[in-house]
T-cell receptor
Framework: DGGITQSPKYLFRKEGQNVTLSCEQN?????MYWYRQDPGQGLRLIYY???????QKGDIAEGYSVSREKKESFPLTVTSAQKNPTAFYLC?????????????FGEGSRLTVL | GENVEQHPSTLSVQEGDSAVIKCTYS??????FPWYKQELGKRPQLIID?????GEKKDQRIAVTLNKTAKHFSLHITETQPEDSAVYFC????????????FGKGTRLSVIA
């Protein structure tokens, strides 16, 4: 069953701790993205990667870090420098070489910082 | 960079009526405009998209129109049903699949039975 898997679905952390959200896809997609969703704010781009070992900052990259060591994986680390980390995080992927442009989303990870 | 404005933020309609959601974009070079639907507790999913070489596209009860001159595009849902209740996001980008989408803030549509 092809798709994008995010884990964990729910995560609680204490303030000041780093946390890593996992995102794995078996769709053979080249490009992967991390979006943050807050009520009334839409989907805001944190980081994206169009190819292995390369990634670019999105609109709200401060306090986050990513890596892209494998095509299938694009983990997001929420660092202690992120001032307001409590949010719903969505990972997505798309096939760059097609003309559809459709983003396939994971089910999301809800992070709550206590 | 691109900026996408979406209105209204909430919309309530009676079952069977039509719903219209409007978006404007700032970058005249944008050429790909998708719409995503996010049901409560679920992931966003593409429902329809349009490219700048087309003015209108329909798929059963949903349609999207694009006015490049005015830099706005709209989602039209006819004969609304309770299962249409969701948050709808518009988005814009250059070169679909090669540049990140910029999303609007979303519209929460409620269809009242």
């Amino acid at each position: 069953d092809g798709g994008i898997t995010q884990s964990p679905k729910y995560l609680f952390r204490k303030e000041g701790q780093n946390v890593t959200l996992s995102c794995e896809q078996n769709l053979n997609h080249d490009a992967m993205y991390w979006y943050r969703q807050d009520p009334g704010q839409g989907l805001r781009l944190i980081y994206y990667s169009q190819i292995v070992n390369d990634f670019q900052k999105g609109d709200i990259a401060e306090g986050y870090s990513v890596s892209r060591e494998k095509k299938e994986s694009f983990p997001l680390t929420v660092t202690s420098a992120q001032k307001n980390p409590t949010a719903f995080y969505l990972c997505a992927s798309t096939a760059r070489q097609t003309n559809t442009g459709e983003l396939f989303f994971g089910e999301g990870s809800r992070l709550t910082v206590l | 960079g691109e900026n996408v404005e979406q209105h209204p933020s909430t919309l309530s309609v009676q079952e069977g009526d039509s719903a219209v959601i409007k978006c404007t974009y700032s970058d005249s070079a944008s050429n790909y405009f998708p719409w995503y639907k996010q049901e409560l507790g679920k992931r966003p999913q593409l429902i329809i998209d349009i490219r700048s070489n087309v003015g209108e596209k329909k798929d059963q009860r949903i349609a999207v129109t694009l006015n490049k001159t005015a830099k706005h595009f709209s989602l039209h849902i006819t004969e609304t049903q309770p299962e249409d209740s969701a948050v709808y996001f518009c988005a814009a980008s250059l070169n679909s699949g090669n540049t990140p989408l910029v999303f609007g803030k979303g519209t929460r549509l409620s269809v009242i039975a």
